[in-house]
């Protein structure tokens, strides 16, 4: 433990006991003052770090410590001074404004988060939240934080007139797991530019947002007080994204006491919101002291390990500062610039400076980094692009056999222009006598000091030579400079050459230099100036095509094909783009040029992407076109102190059409908690769009990701992270980058399709539902058939409901469904009466209510016949009684229990399974049927079939015995198909009957009494499905959920299983073949848990009532494929009845892209139900949870695998064998290129039949029997084929498909890519 304990406090410290950040004692311990709120757990209950602005429970190790305000404010406090303050709510409590309507950590309105009040003053008012006091902060501390800043008016929509570019993404509370790290909103503080550019600090280039009104607006400020001295962290006024933006902000390292406080000011004017979410510290804890470090590293004096490149480095990295003392570091020459620039000489462009008394640009460093203190000094660039400024070391001997190294700090902030860059100038008569480039960085690396280390080793006496130049808006800054032992000056040094410059080495782009006639920003080619905004907009304006080079896609022949050509370097950017690129073709980005195509590194940890020779990758050899020489992007050892994870983006892009997509080869092997992404960044969002599925360690993979019509700008990012220390050549890489089909005006040729679409996320609802309503009609005949194509998808999507409006009468619910339909695109119909007599028009109301923000709806073909409509398909009693007929005695009604006061009939119906929902029933007492006596209820015509069918229902018996219900199918004439006569109870039963009929047909259900009082027969749910009945509790999900019921749970805000195809592409990532099957044309049932938050939400897929069992066996195949180096999702099997509930199997997800056995055997002594449950097992997580296949064999025990067939260990309540992982879906082994096969996806609009011709599954063989039973097990199925894979965002169905684009325009699915 660190620290000394107080008088009296006895400590008893295991040193080696567990990880560094946790250091363990007796329980009950009392630690001193200076132990708590430190970020370690010196208690073995963690109680030392409660109430600490963070959760006190123990984290698991390299988690950070979090508050998601659910239980409480974890010491928050508000300290404001006026009426305007901060409270802890939820959305629940405020339905409308411009509050969150749900929070981040859960995304729904039933959680937590700290937000401001309603400012009734007339002045301007700030509002105060603090942290409690913390302690020692380690040099790599990260405070990571939501917020959420929504102004009263309206904002511009996505590529809206008025603004240009900048489309509003994402952001709407559901950021969750690895898109949580990878594909949230930008990093304001690291990563991009958190703050808009006032006027004096330089003029962006390029688009801008819109800027909130000054009248109203919020001004946001991140402020840490230390001793006497308050920094402020960050600060900004907008503009505003929507939903909930993250912020990250590094601390640095502080001694001693200090807290957080975050201030919200706005006028008297501003009726906006301001909330925070997900407090998080991200390694803030200093390291614990061992018994031992590990060969190789320094053993501070505190007892604390420090890595060997942490000597030295100017950070505090033990805590006591002995890792920076002089005895270890008497022979390094620092330079922190707070005297001046010690052995350093610099011409004209750089500048010391300091934080204070500096500009008021909003990018400018708010402290340095030798003091962590807005005191401090630095060096800043002010030199012009055109002109860098150059900072030159002293001349030092030749190294010879031993590095001399220099560690450096550098700020890149507020411009993608600014760059860093590194030259070696060596001396003598053979020496090279132009600079050798060593490092670069270019672009966007947040509000940081982001250290980085250059070892040289020459045979000549040489300089170092720092180059820095300053791009429009944004800040290039040094500290810190730190030369080892082994750099030894010459004895006399010499003054460099005057003007020296360090020009960028390799090949100098060719043709005429830029005309002055062009604005600054401009690119000049020929007789154009090409502005900025049509620079990598996939449409060539140049003659030579240089507007598109250099942007992360390489170059094509005037044919199309691509070919090699080395760039010029991209110090030539502003004048030079690159060669033609055609509207629907891009070349390939092979990375044998040094300019990477564009593709520039952002990162500040100890990873970074860079150029790698193929003989230098880890156990791979070549390139992904198999050749030895190539070079390709790789993952490699960096010297950043930051995020651990390592970033490569492109410049900005865009826009781009429906069909853009992106090819590349990949190669990823990593232990669990590695990762490889590629993240589209858009203003302030991130969207993940692709995530390596496990460790590919065959080699190199291809992979085809659809990246839709996207505004400008927007821009690619591949996202790595592995650990390169540990064994069996783990390691990760891109080659062959393609961009294509991506120009605006590309086409396909498929015909366009439109749709009505209604997205509560674009932009975020404000109300609880939409409305579409026609223009008054005309009736044309006494009834009226309306037919329409509905798509109604989504975990937590709501309701869609039509209602007729008639002059002179109330609304009529002709139609509805709840809850989510599966990704596919339905058919219903509704009869319309009129009054042809009375000369009234009516209009037509689709009405759709959402129930969160995960799902979509839409409508297409919507035509009015004369006549009525047949029969429907479904029907839930809850508009109508769907045409449904008792005959002229009228004993069947439809009814619901809202009052509780019912005579007869269920408590709640089968449909919402409330009192307010409806069904028909029928009451059979004496009194109103006599024993014997029959009530019937016939359907109106159903259309022919064109195949067997099934038609399914749900009864509810009394509990006295009310008789029997019969079942007839009436087509030339009437055929009794069931007979159900049974003791009632209080749950709803499955009725099922298969259907043959080539002509009209109805239904006609009797209820026969037995003349039992206080008896009745109720119905609910008819469903008419293609394909005969299955077994109870038994679905191959080809045609359906068969009888499984996705039931959200807790209500309301629950999440719901969906059902789904891999020929079905969704926003949510899902498996991209069924089990029955093998082919993406098959089904199964789906759930994703990314919508769900860490407060234990779950979704139930439940199955009929079943009758008692003393052993029956439940067999079913699963998919789950989940990022286990973050997070994992369970996956379990209960049983319920009136008992209560009981866990018998359940499994944690893992990243395996195969479909896997499971079985488990089940007895009740009572009526029971199985429901499959998913829920997660940590944090969020991103990723899919499937079902397939599901049997219940009623009175068999379960076989377990053959012996030979893979061991067996435990894991959790089940047994599980290991299987290998396959490699991502999708993906196939390569060196061959992938290339482009005939379309055979459906047409995206509606005006096809709905469903191929209903395919057979062969059932697939079950292992032989074992000895052995009573013992749930899995085992894993067959590898995925290489089966093609459509990437098109898309809502799916096999009838026509729509694109989730914001317009609701669909223009064709994307080309098969194999």
């Known amino acids: ?134 302690r020692e902060a380690a040099p790599t501390c990260q405070l990571r934080l939501w917020h959420y800043t929504a102004s009263g008016g309206a904002c511009p929509g996505p590529c809206a007139p008025g603004r240009v570019g900048g489309a509003l993404r994402g952001g709407t509370g559901e950021a969750r797991g690895l898109q949580q790290r990878l594909g949230g909103t930008p990093k304001e503080g690291l990563g991009s530019q958190g703050s ?55 601390t640095g390292r502080i001694q001693g006491d200090f807290r957080i406080t975050f201030f919200a000011t706005r006028n008297a004017t501003h009726r906006g919101a301001v909330a925070l979410d997900d407090v998080v510290f991200w390694g803030c804890g200093l ?27 100017g950070e505090d990295n033990c805590g006591d500062s002995s890792d920076e003392s002089p005895p270890a570091c008497s022979h390094h020459m620092a330079t922190d610039f707070e005297t001046g620039l010690g052995p350093w000489s610099h011409s004209e462009g750089w500048a010391r400076n300091r934080s204070t008394g500096g500009p008021g640009c909003p990018t400018w460093p708010r402290r340095d980094h030798s003091r962590n ?14 002109a860098p400024a150059i900072l030159s070391s002293p001349e030092f001997q030749a190294s010879g056999s031993q590095n001399c190294s220099l560690t450096f700090y550098h700020y890149l902030h507020g411009s993608e222009d600014g760059c860093l860059q590194l030259f070696l100038q060596t001396h003598g008569p053979r020496a090279p006598q132009v600079p050798i480039l060593l490092r670069r960085r270019h672009g966007e690396l947040g509000a940081a000091w982001v250290r980085d280390r250059v070892d040289i080793r020459s045979e000549h006496p040489f300089q170092i030579l720092l180059a820095g130049q300053t791009g429009p808006g944004g800040v290039v800054g040094l500290d810190d400079l730190i030369l080892s032992d082994h750099c030894k000056p010459v004895p006399e040094v010499s003054s460099p050459a005057p003007g020296l410059l360090a020009p960028a080495p390799g090949p100098q782009p060719p043709g005429p230099q830029p005309q002055d006639f062009c604005e600054p920003g401009h690119l000049s080619c020929g007789d154009l100036c090409v502005p900025p905004e049509q620079l990598c907009d996939f449409q060539q304006q140049c003659g030579g095509g240089e507007d598109e080079q250099e942007c992360g896609k390489g170059q094509t022949e005037a044919g199309g094909a691509p070919f090699l050509q080395a760039l010029p370097t991209a110090g030539a950017r502003q004048r030079l783009r690159g060669h033609s690129v055609p509207a629907t073709v891009a070349g390939t980005t092979d990375f044998e040029s040094p300019e990477a195509g564009g593709w520039e590194d952002a990162s500040v940890g100890q990873l970074q992407w860079g150029r790698l020779p193929a003989q230098e990758g880890r156990g791979l050899g070549t390139d992904a076109r198999g050749a030895v020489t190539g070079h390709f992007l790789s993952l490699q050892r960096a010297w950043g102190q930051l995020t651990a994870e390592a ?57 085809t990701v659809l990246l839709g019509a996207r505004c400008r700008p927007f821009r690619l990012e591949f996202v790595g992270l592995v650990d390169l220390d540990r064994p069996g050549q783990q390691g990760a890489g891109v080659d062959d980058v393609t961009l294509r089909d991506c120009s605006p005006m590309a086409s396909t040729k498929e015909d366009a399709g439109y749709f009505m679409l209604l997205d509560p996320t674009d932009p975020p609802a404000r109300g609880p539902g939409a409305h579409l309503l026609t223009q008054p009609q005309t009736p044309a005949a006494p009834q009226e058939c309306l037919t329409f194509w509905y798509h109604l998808c989504g975990p937590q999507i709501g309701t869609l409901r039509l209602v007729m409006r008639q002059e002179g009468e109330a609304e009529k619910h002709l139609w509805s469904r709840s809850g989510t339909q599966g990704n596919h695109w339905h058919q219903a119909w509704a009869t319309l ?16 209510l959402r129930n969160g923000y995960h799902g979509s709806m839409a409508l297409d073909d919507l035509a009015v016949r004369p006549g009525p409509c047949w029969a429907p398909d479904h029907c839930s009693f809850e508009d109508s009684a769907c045409g449904f007929s008792s005959g002229t005695q009228g004993l069947w009604r439809r009814q619901a229990n809202a009052t509780g006061h019912t005579a007869w009939g269920p408590h709640t119906d089968h449909t919402t399974e409330t009192a307010q929902g409806h069904y028909m029933v029928v009451d059979t007492s004496p009194q109103a049927l006599p024993c014997g006596h029959v009530a019937s209820l016939t359907s109106e015509k159903h259309r022919p079939l064109a195949q067997p069918a099934c038609l399914t229902f749900w009864y509810h018996l009394s509990v006295h015995s009310p008789g029997t219900l019969r079942v007839h199918v009436e087509e030339a004439a009437r055929q009794q198909v069931l007979s159900i006569t049974a003791h009632g109870g209080f749950a709803w039963r499955l009725g099922n009957v298969d259907v043959q009929a080539e002509q009209a047909w109805r239904v006609v259900f009797e209820a026969v009494a037995a003349g039992m009082e206080h008896s009745y027969i109720a119905l609910d749910d008819l469903l008419l499905q293609d394909g005969p009945c299955p077994r109870p509790a038994s679905c191959d999900f080809e045609a359906g959920l068969c009888g499984w019921r996705p039931l959200p749970w ?5 999440y719901s299983w969906d059902w789904s195809s891999g020929a079905t592409p969704s926003r949510y990532s899902q498996p991209p073949v069924d089990h029955t099957l093998g082919t993406e044309a098959g089904h199964f049932a789906l759930f994703e848990t990314g919508v769900l938050g860490p407060g234990g939400r779950v979704a139930w897929l439940r199955s009929q009532p079943l009758p008692a069992t003393e052993a029956s066996c439940l067999h079913f195949w ?29 499994v944690g997800g893992h990243l395996r892209h195969q479909w896997l056995e499971g079985q488990v055997e089940v007895a009740s002594a009572e009526e029971f139900q199985i429901v499959f449950e998913a829920t997660l097992g940590g944090q969020p997580a991103l990723g899919p949870i499937a079902l397939d296949d599901v049997e219940y064999l009623a009175g068999q025990h379960c076989q377990l695998p053959a012996p030979g067939q893979g061991s067996r260990h435990s894991a959790g309540i089940h047994h599980q064998r290991p299987v290998d992982t396959p490699g991502d879906p999708g993906s196939h082994t390569a060196p061959p290129a992938p290339q482009p096969q005939p379309n055979t996806a459906p047409p995206l609009d509606t005006q096809r039949p709905q469903r191929p011709p209903a395919q057979t599954a062969t059932p697939r063989a079950r292992d032989g029997p074992h000895p052995s039973i009573n013992t749930p097990a899995i085992r894993a199925g067959p590898l995925l084929p290489e089966a093609c894979v459509r990437h098109c965002h898309q809502l799916g169905g096999s009838r026509g498909t729509p694109r989730l684009l914001r317009l609701g325009m669909c223009l064709g699915a994307a080309p098969t890519a194999q």
């Open 1 to 134: 433990m660190r620290g000394h304990p107080a008088p009296g406090h006895l400590v008893v410290s295991l040193l080696a006991a567990g990880p560094p950040g946790w250091a363990w004692v007796p329980n009950h311990c009392r630690p001193p003052i200076e132990a708590v709120c430190n970020f370690v757990c010196d208690c073995q209950d963690c109680s030392d770090e409660a109430q600490c602005g963070y959760h006190g429970a123990l984290p698991a190790p390299d988690t950070p410590f979090t508050c998601d305000f659910e239980q409480d404010s974890c010491g928050w406090r508000d300290i404001s001074t006026s009426g305007y303050s901060w409270l802890r709510g939820r959305a629940g409590a405020e339905r409308e404004g411009p509050g969150p309507h749900s929070d981040h950590t859960l995304g729904t309105d039933l959680g937590w988060y700290m937000a401001v009040g309603t400012h009734r003053g007339k002045e301007v008012a700030t509002a105060a939240l603090r942290s409690p006091v913390l």
């Open 196 to 250: 808009s550019q006032p006027a004096g600090c330089g003029r962006q280039q390029g688009l801008e947002l819109l800027q909130a009104p000054k009248a109203d607006a919020a001004e946001l400020r991140l402020e840490l007080t230390h001793g006497a001295e308050t920094l402020t962290l960050w600060q900004s006024s907008g503009p505003w994204g929507p939903g909930w933006q993250e912020l990250v902000v590094a």
């Open 287 to 313: 390291p614990t002291p061992q018994a031992h470090c590990a060969l190789g590293h320094h053993h501070c004096r505190n007892g604390a390990c420090v890595e060997p490149h942490q000597l030295c480095d």
């Open 373 to 386: 203190s807005a005191r401090g000094s630095f060096l800043v660039s002010v030199a012009e692009p055109s």
């Open 647 to 703: 970033r490569v983006l492109t410049p900005a892009l865009g826009p781009s059409g429906p069909h853009c997509k992106l090819h590349m080869a990949y190669y990823f092997h990593s232990h669990s908690q590695g990762f490889l992404a590629l993240v589209v960044v858009e203003d302030s969002s991130r969207e993940l769009v692709w995530q390596a599925g496990g460790s590919s360690s065959g080699g190199w993979k291809v992979h």
């Open 833 to 848: 009466h009129h009054q042809l007599g009375s000369g009234a028009k009516y209009q037509l109301l689709f009405e759709g």
């Open 1050 to 1054: 807790p209500r309301p805000g629950g």
């Open 1118 to 1146: 699963y998919h789950m494929g989940f990022p286990e180096h973050f997070y994992k999702g369970e996956l379990r099997v209960l049983l319920g009845s009136a008992r209560g509930q009981l866990v018998v199997w359940g």
